[in-house]
């Protein structure tokens, strides 16, 4: 059968706007498209495939389980999955783990798990989430309320009640909202969709003195800063903070669709026998997948990887800024950089991209004012340069058009 770009149309819901090109192949840091041109991947399918494509690790897990065990459900546990949950219980704040599918599906648990909480421990009047504007906790009617995006709401009315949107990094709003009627304050480390704005110290501070002071559970949603991705396992550890609940998805499989919320025992409690469930939740090919990416994630020569390659990437985009005034710079933690548009480009972020494409590389727009990279935790110091080049010529071409 052969289908093309022209095949999207014709068959698929049009909630989405995908690319002209269709990657057929990737190894490593690269992709090749059906016409078989090459492109550097620094958009990681939205930093998901931290470890870069068909990373030789994954590919064992996937073959061996493959061959042994696809999935039983929840009825009966499985290996891989206690196997990973016991990794990460390990490796993070962390003593009880949840599997699921997605990262709105590990919000969806940790916002439920945040109302049960409350409602079980303290009675029904505790249940305020509170969350912050430009948030993204995922598309589910529940997960999307607590998202501070009204454009990914609209049109889905009547939503659910008992969410309060604060301006992020605002301590004096924090302090005010913050009360005996809230069960959960929900923070990304870093805001992802909302244009790689990173959480100030005092701000993940002040949100963990208020949650213990007021008998709140502090979630952090690492979807996207975690899984290595900002330097350290999660963005968090950075920060000196800990949470009651996190939740994690994109890069934790490597690109094998997995979620998981984790959770302190005391938090974890509250979704007992019977409250909470998934039927792929835990699926072994998952887990394995999840355990070798996980192993992998964890070894320290990726870990100063990221930092070094994040270092050299901050200064190539400072002197890209300098040399085309198309952005003023960069921000965000480790290998999750944006580049904040200048003002006479604000609203151009598409552009970029799809110069940066002809170019033959991809990256990704995080609003439409800030161009948004996630490259592999593992590229070489050459294939950050070369992506550099070819930023180069995309900002070179519109800045001479104009
Ligand atoms: C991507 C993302 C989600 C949603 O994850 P899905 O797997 O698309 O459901 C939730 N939170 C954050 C911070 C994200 O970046």
Not at 57 to 81: C, K, Y
Not at 261 to 271: E, G, K, P, R
Request: aromatic share 6%; charged share 15%.
């Amino acid at each position: 059968m052969q289908v093309s770009r022209k095949t999207f149309d014709e068959v698929m819901v049009p909630n989405y706007a995908p690319s002209d090109i269709v990657p057929v192949r990737g190894l490593g840091s690269r992709l090749w498209d059906q016409q078989g041109r090459e492109y550097l991947d620094f958009a990681c399918g939205i930093a998901v495939t931290g470890l870069g494509h068909c990373h030789p690790a994954l590919i064992a897990a996937l073959h061996e389980q493959a061959g042994q065990l696809w999935h039983v459900s929840n009825v009966m546990t499985n290996e891989p999955a206690l196997k990973l949950a016991s990794r990460l219980v390990e490796l993070t704040f962390a003593d009880r783990v949840f599997f699921c599918n997605s990262g709105a599906e590990a919000n969806e648990a940790a916002f439920k798990l945040a109302r049960r909480h409350a409602s079980v421990k303290y009675g029904a009047h505790k249940n305020q989430i509170i969350s912050f504007y430009n948030a993204f906790h995922g598309r589910t009617l529940f997960t999307v309320s607590v998202g501070g995006q009204a454009k990914y709401t609209q049109g889905f009315e009547p939503l659910p009640g008992g969410i309060t949107h604060l301006p992020f990094n605002d301590l004096a709003a924090l302090e005010a909202a913050v009360g005996e009627q809230t069960c959960a304050v929900v923070i990304e480390p870093v805001q992802g969709e909302g244009g790689i704005m990173p959480a100030t110290p005092e701000f993940i501070a002040l949100a963990r003195q208020l949650c213990d002071r007021h008998g709140a559970l502090l979630v952090f949603d690492e979807v996207q800063s975690g899984n290595g991705r900002s330097g350290t396992l999660y963005a968090h550890e950075q920060y000196g903070v800990t949470p009651d609940v996190l939740t994690t998805a994109k890069g934790l499989g490597g690109g094998f669709p997995i979620g998981a919320m984790l959770a302190t025992a005391d938090a974890a409690a509250s979704l007992a026998f019977g409250t909470h469930g998934s039927t792929y939740g835990g699926n072994a090919l998952a887990c394995a997948v999840g355990l070798a990416a996980l192993e992998a994630l964890v070894d320290p020569a990726l870990m100063a990887n990221v930092r070094a390659r994040s270092a050299q990437l901050r200064e190539g985009l400072g002197v890209l800024a300098a040399e085309h005034g198309l952005f003023t710079g960069s921000r965000g933690m480790g290998l999750l950089m944006g580049a904040p548009l200048s003002d006479p480009w604000k609203g151009r972020a598409k552009d970029i991209v799809n110069a940066a494409m002809r170019h033959g590389l991809w990256v990704l727009v995080a609003g439409p004012d800030v161009l948004r990279m996630a490259p592999p935790l593992n590229i070489s110091e050459a294939d950050m340069a070369e992506g550099l080049r070819r930023l180069g010529l995309a900002c070179a071409e519109l800045a001479q058009a104009g």
